[in-house]
């Protein structure tokens, strides 16, 4: 894990929020303007002292990333509104199902996993919403089979899985591990979903971590190289998955880039730096 201190990331001031992030904070938090900006600066202070990961530093927390995919959105709403159970994977502080929430889905529906317990009671102060958010926080690691995750009665009972710069976390077969573990948390039917961001590069392959120091192996993929992943799991778990979106085009955080002029270049290359967002169906 990269093990930068907070203080790297100072120069990243909460004018990186976009817009629909206040948005959010505004009118489903019912946070003023005016305050946003001091409460996102302590927010993340706290999550950072749960686990530093570098995307808490650069105020990744309030990455709207499901709700800019504009091609698989509304279906996941509709979904949802229809009973469909949603969980996102590594959720840290649960944006996503925030959003997912002020949009209309039932959060009862909905589920959040992380392997840190203690971003979830963070997450709830970021959106103040503990008297009336309905979502089953799970603290879980993925790759446990015996983790309350798999324990439940949730196993093979998920529609859609939203996974958020997870994967990249990991080794290539690590990830291939991981992908098993989703395709058994979710329904064994045509349909089910798994959607998601992360790094992503032209040239697929093992990266370094900026701050690594444990020598953990990580690779970042290209479409290319995510299908045949998808074909591997496939295979493996005797179903089929159909990667109906791979998309390199867009940065990986989701942050204004507007605010990044004056930063130091460092932070600029990670705001600039490649995201891979994709849909993969099961068919
Ligand atoms: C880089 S953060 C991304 C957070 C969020 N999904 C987003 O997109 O903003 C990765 C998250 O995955 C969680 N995570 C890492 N390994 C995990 C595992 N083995 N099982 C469950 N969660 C894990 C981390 O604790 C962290 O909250």
New binding site residues.
Partial sequence: MASRKIEFYAEVEASVLTESARKLLREYSGIPDAKINSHVEAIRLEAFQV?P????GMF??L?L?LSSMTSIYAEVLQRLKTGNKFL??????G??IRQLVFDGAPSANTYG????GG?FAVGYKLFADRDRLQTTFIA????DELSPLATTQLAGQIDIVY????FH?FSLQEQEM?AVRLVQLLAPRAGSLIIG?QSGSEEAGEFSRAGDKNGKSHFRHNPQSWRELWDRVGERTGSKWHVEEADLSAPEFGLSSAAAEGMSAEIRNKMSAKGLRFVVRRM
Wanted: overall charge negative.
């Fill in positions: 686990c990961y570098p995307c808490i990744q927390f990455d990333s996102d994977l590594g959720c840290c502080l944006q996503e996993v992380d392997l840190y971003f879980a690691d993925i790759f996974v958020g710069a997870v976390l991981m961001r």
